[in-house]
């Protein structure tokens, strides 16, 4: 059954919260304990993990956005539920809520300067009551921003309570053990030596007229609780001094069997957060007796992203996540190919590759389907019947794509020559900009590398990608009989807004003829 997640009140005096970070998508599996997201407080940033489990069907605050506490954040349940009554918030009360009437109060004390109020909060969406697990400040103790308070119990979990006042301990509401409704009077922190007895007494806080409550589920046997502690607690040693550290430093200090004992916290306060555990990295000299430690050492170097890394991650980003790619695999005879430049290059002082007969190849197919070599914009698709054809040229920070202009007027020789001369000077950092700019279709080759079947993303402007693969020997049937042959695997990588599967498909069959008739290219 789906459960509605509401916006928390994550301070006592928090009225809205801020979605900083989804730490979960739509579809995600949820677990009991799960960070959902970073909520922004109007204090801090804090974790926000969910108290159901099941599959995350709805997010109703999107990242970056602002909403009241109680404002529908999220929904959970089982896949392919229907919740649309529960987005539009038509769902009925179910048998665990009731409704009270509570007439509002009005608060007569006076309030001493510098003196606040430190109210029961309410720490998950169903949380209608608190119980003092533990106290970790006593009257009369310095608090400080950030400093835990306590150790909140409520219907779901022991959860530590941040304080978000600095100031001297006055005052404690509740001892450890004791339950009180959210909002009631938990602490009060002020200047040393302030009397707040009167303040203690008669405080009452406002609260609406409407208050929806949930019936607490029966208590566990103190038995079980103490179980479900020690399964939730992450490896710690036995150490005299109180560790902090985040839920979600916490989970993943679990999960890897660290000791946060060992780690120096980066947060407010000393605190350790999700980084400091992440970051981690053991010291076998100082491993504490019955703390399991990995006995190999994780390191890591971080290399700033260069200009060209960050192009290359921009650009293939958007074409990837904007243009509908679907991929044509093929596999092409190259016996005939392997005689052609044989013989080619025999003649004095001429050197071709197979790349060039590629790229003539695919220059002449071109000029025949030109739905290929076209480029889509949002209102209409633009046929190219000049071909430019960009040459995927590796480089030491990336990848750069110069282009051989009219390659389907060139000869093998001019092709060769120019994308040679474009190889040796893109790896100088000598190309320039005019020179990789204009293709209307791009050929990435890593068949020099042996590998034998790949695929690329698309170079946008461009509707089409064509990624070659290795000459491999291999046994083949030809004539009914099996004989030594040579093939080659290309795969086409096209935009599906512009090229249909049809047409590309009649593409690489024309492209086919000339690669396995190479005499053709000369024609």
Same mark, same amino acid.
């Given at each position: 059954?789906?459960?509605?997640?509401?916006?928390?009140?994550?301070?006592?005096?928090?009225?809205?919260?801020?979605?900083?970070?989804?730490?979960?998508?739509?579809?995600?599996?949820?677990?009991?304990?799960?960070?959902?997201?970073?909520?922004?407080?109007?204090?801090?940033?804090?974790?926000?993990? /969910?108290?159901?489990?099941?599959?995350?069907?709805?997010?109703?605050?999107?990242?970056?956005?602002?909403?009241?506490?109680?404002?529908?954040?999220?929904?959970?349940?089982?896949?392919?539920?229907?919740?649309?009554?529960?987005?539009?918030?038509?769902?009925?009360?179910?048998?665990?809520?009731?409704?009270?009437?509570?007439?509002?109060?009005? @608060?007569?004390?006076?309030?001493?300067?510098?003196?606040?109020?430190?109210?029961?909060?309410?720490? /998950?969406?169903?949380?209608?009551?608190?119980?003092?697990?533990?106290?970790?400040?006593?009257?009369?103790?310095?608090?400080?921003?950030?400093?835990?308070?306590?150790?909140?119990?409520?219907?779901?979990?022991?959860?530590?309570?941040?304080?978000?006042?600095?100031?001297?301990?006055?005052?404690?509401?509740?001892?450890?053990?004791?339950?009180?409704?959210?909002?009631?009077?938990?602490?009060?922190?002020?200047?040393?030596?302030?009397?707040? /007895?009167?303040?203690?007494?008669?405080?009452?806080?406002?609260?609406?007229?409407?208050?929806?409550?949930?019936?607490?589920?029966?208590?566990?046997?103190?038995?079980?609780?103490?179980?479900?502690?020690?399964? @939730?607690?992450?490896?710690?040693?036995?150490?005299?001094?109180?560790?902090?550290?985040?839920?979600?430093?916490?989970?993943?200090?679990?999960?890897?069997?660290?000791?946060?004992?060992?780690?120096?916290?980066?947060?407010?306060?000393?605190?350790?957060?999700?980084?400091?555990?992440?970051?981690?990295?053991?010291?076998? /000299?100082?491993?504490?007796?019955?703390?399991?430690?990995?006995?190999?050492?994780?390191?890591?170097?971080?290399?700033?992203?260069?200009?060209?890394?960050?192009?290359?991650?921009?650009?293939?980003?958007?074409?990837?996540?904007?243009?509908?790619?679907?991929?044509?695999?093929?596999?092409?005879?190259?016996?005939?190919?392997?005689?052609?430049?044989?013989?080619?290059?025999?003649?004095?002082?001429?050197?071709?590759?197979?790349?060039?007969?590629?790229?003539?190849?695919?220059?002449?197919?071109?000029?025949?389907?030109?739905?290929?070599?076209?480029?889509?914009?949002?209102?209409?698709?633009?046929?190219?019947?000049?071909?430019?054809?960009?040459?995927?040229?590796?480089?030491?920070?990336?990848?750069?794509?110069?282009?051989?202009?009219?390659?389907?007027?060139?000869?093998?020789?001019?092709?060769?020559?120019?994308?040679?001369?474009?190889?040796?000077?893109?790896?100088?950092?000598?190309?320039?900009?005019?020179?990789?700019?204009?293709?209307?279709?791009?050929?990435?080759?890593?068949?020099?590398?042996?590998?034998?079947?790949?695929?690329?993303?698309?170079?946008?402007?461009?509707?089409?990608?064509?990624?070659?693969?290795?000459?491999?020997?291999?046994?083949?049937?030809?004539?009914?009989?099996?004989?030594?042959?040579?093939?080659?695997?290309?795969?086409?990588?096209?935009?599906?807004?512009?090229?249909?599967?049809?047409?590309?498909?009649?593409?690489?069959?024309?492209?086919?003829?000339?690669?396995?008739?190479?005499?053709?290219?000369?024609?």
């Amino acid at each position: 059954m789906a459960t509605v997640i509401n916006m928390p009140r994550l301070s006592d005096t928090m009225e809205e919260g801020v979605v900083a970070t989804w730490l979960k998508q739509v579809g995600d599996k949820i677990e009991e304990g799960d960070i959902l997201a970073e909520i922004e407080t109007d204090k801090a940033t804090m974790e926000f993990e /969910s108290f159901h489990e099941g599959v995350l069907l709805y997010i109703g605050v999107q990242e970056g956005e602002t909403a009241p506490v109680d404002t529908l954040l999220a929904i959970v349940g089982d896949a392919d539920e229907d919740i649309s009554a529960l987005i539009k918030g038509e769902a009925a009360p179910t048998e665990n809520t009731k409704e009270e009437i509570v007439k509002p109060t009005t @608060n007569t004390v006076t309030i001493p300067e510098g003196v606040t109020i430190v109210t029961m909060p309410r720490l /998950s969406d169903t949380m209608t009551d608190g119980t003092v697990a533990t106290w970790l400040k006593q009257i009369g103790d310095t608090v400080e921003e950030g400093d835990i308070l306590a150790e909140i119990e409520t219907d779901k979990a022991t959860m530590e309570f941040e304080s978000f006042q600095e100031g001297t301990l006055l005052y404690v509401g509740l001892q450890e053990g004791e339950t009180a409704p959210v909002d009631s009077v938990l602490a009060i922190i002020g200047p040393p030596g302030t009397d707040v /007895s009167d303040l203690a007494k008669n405080y009452t806080k406002e609260v609406p007229t409407t208050v929806k409550e949930t019936a607490k589920p029966n208590a566990p046997k103190k038995e079980e609780k103490a179980v479900q502690k020690q399964e @939730n607690t992450p490896v710690i040693a036995n150490h005299s001094t109180r560790i902090f550290a985040s839920p979600l430093a916490k989970k993943i200090a679990n999960d890897k069997g660290i000791d946060l004992a060992t780690l120096k916290g980066s947060g407010e306060n000393g605190r350790i957060i999700k980084k400091d555990v992440e970051n981690y990295t053991p010291n076998t /000299s100082t491993t504490s007796v019955g703390v399991f430690v990995p006995s190999g050492e994780e390191k890591t170097e971080d290399i700033a992203n260069s200009q060209m890394r960050k192009v290359i991650a921009r650009r293939l980003g958007e074409s990837k996540f904007t243009a509908p790619h679907y991929y044509l695999n093929v596999e092409f005879d190259m016996e005939n190919a392997i005689a052609f430049r044989k013989q080619f290059n025999s003649i004095p002082d001429t050197r071709i590759s197979f790349n060039d007969i590629i790229v003539k190849a695919c220059a002449l197919a071109l000029k025949k389907h030109p739905q290929v070599n076209s480029q889509w914009f949002d209102t209409h698709i633009q046929l190219n019947y000049h071909v430019n054809i960009g040459v995927a040229v590796a480089v030491e920070d990336g990848l750069v794509v110069p282009v051989v202009p009219f390659a389907n007027e060139k000869t093998l020789p001019q092709i060769g020559a120019e994308v040679k001369d474009y190889a040796v000077r893109a790896r100088q950092k000598k190309l320039t900009p005019k020179e990789m700019d204009g293709s209307t279709f791009t050929i990435s080759n890593l068949g020099m590398f042996g590998i034998e079947s790949f695929t690329s993303i698309i170079n946008q402007p461009n509707s089409a990608i064509l990624s070659v693969g290795a000459i491999v020997e291999k046994p083949v049937v030809k004539e009914r009989q099996l004989v030594v042959g040579n093939t080659m695997k290309l795969t086409l990588a096209c935009d599906h807004r512009t090229v249909d599967g049809a047409t590309g498909a009649q593409f690489l069959q024309t492209l086919k003829e000339y690669i396995e008739n190479p005499v053709t290219l000369l024609v």
